[in-house]
């Protein structure tokens, strides 16, 4: 019995030293895109949403928000000001609408209605330069994303309502200065504006970003080094993400093992408490990437929980991308294009295929007779939509209920091999069968598995301190 009492004690104390050793990491993620008074940015609110997905992972606390007026971005910044107090690394996070007036910086509210100068300094906008000062000064490393260049309608007002006084209105934002320990990143240059990207999905910069920043064993300013490349070659050379760096050490968001930051993923001798904190990131890690059609994704899952409760299903879910989900659907797709099962359709990029009514029928009379069954109207309806969804995810293409080019072609091919069964012919099973085969994928064993996994590390590390 004394025995172990000093095992248990020992263990205590080696739980404690470890969670000393954890840095403490707070992050404000806010995408505004539905002003009320001027055009909407469709993006913004799907970039913070993947940024706060990405900056959970790697054991940060997200103050998250989206769409916010001018009282509620205080509400959230007065939040993160209190918790980012003493931390060792907070990061801010902004994307929508930001404007410079006179050299200073304003990110802007969506209940923003700035018709002067003077409505942006007496309190319709939010100063970055006050902002971050007050919310992050005294974190050891403060790291600042600004995805805010977009061209700005507001500007336009301000100078049409300035002809009897000098006004200076950029563009974009304006230079700033990074103060000790901080990095400073913004899509573009100073003065210019940054593309959005394409609606629905992220916007070049914050794209990068996701990728780049939490790489395991990758230092901060190498990250950004490959953003500022990704972000040049994605856009033809058209947009250069800018930054100012006055760091005074290493940094990592997700450490190798030689590094000396504290990991994502949670090992043997973390916490109690930090354990359960980067389990319940990694369940929501896999929420965010577990019905993706993308490998890099499922990919990222990979790289951060190598040894994850969902490594199984991310597997079969990369193989059935990379392969199509069964013998059937791998036929069906043969000479497909590779890029079909990974680029994403949208309205856009349906209207760019141009199909017109006749067009429309012919697409609704081939989904028929794949099995899929749809009214043949030649409008493409919330019915057709859901079974284009239905079409999608049985082929392995992202399920967006929307077609491009790609996947419209790949219909136009599959029609032939479309009567291999008599039963694809029969409309009535096929809308039975739907949902009961569409929920598999998220009662796939994840419990069961998540109780293994915790049950397996508890008993590795009883077992093996009893072993010794």
Known sequence: MRTLTIIVSLMCMALSVSAAKADRRVAFVVGNGAYRNVAQLPNPPIDAKAMASTLRNVGF????????????????????????????????????????????????????????????????????????????????????????????????????????????????LAEMKSGEGTLIAFATGPGQTALDGQEGNNSPFTRALIDNITKPGVEIQQAMTSVRAQVNEETHKGQLPWGHTNLIGAVYLNQAPTTQLATAAPTATAAPTAGAGNSEAEVEFWRSVKESNKPEELNAYLSAYPNGQFKPLAMARL??????????????????????????ASQLTEDQIGLDKGQRRDVQRRLNGLGFDTKVSGVFNDETRSVLKRWQAARGYPSTGFLNKLQHKALLSEIVASTTTASEDSPKPARRAAPQSAPAPRHSGGGDAGAAFMGGVVGGMMGGMFRR
């Open 61 to 172: 606390e997200v103050i998250e928000g989206s769409n916010l007026s001018r009282d509620q971005m205080t509400e959230k910044l007065l939040e993160f000001g209190r918790k980012a107090q003493g931390s060792d690394i907070a990061v801010f996070y902004y994307a929508g609408h930001g404007i410079a007036v006179g050299g200073t910086n304003y990110l802007l509210p969506v209940d923003a209605d700035i018709k002067s100068e003077m409505d942006v300094k007496l309190g319709a906008a939010i100063n970055i330069d006050l902002t971050l000062d007050q919310t992050m000064g005294d974190a050891k490393v403060k790291l600042v994303f600004l995805d805010a260049c977009r061209d700005n309608p507001f500007a336009a007002k301000i100078k049409s309502n300035s002809a009897t006084r000098s006004v200076n209105v950029g563009s974009g």
């Open 319 to 344: 193989a059935a991308i990379q392969n199509g989900p069964s013998t059937t659907t791998r036929n069906l797709n043969a000479g497909v294009d590779p890029a079909t099962f990974t680029d994403e």
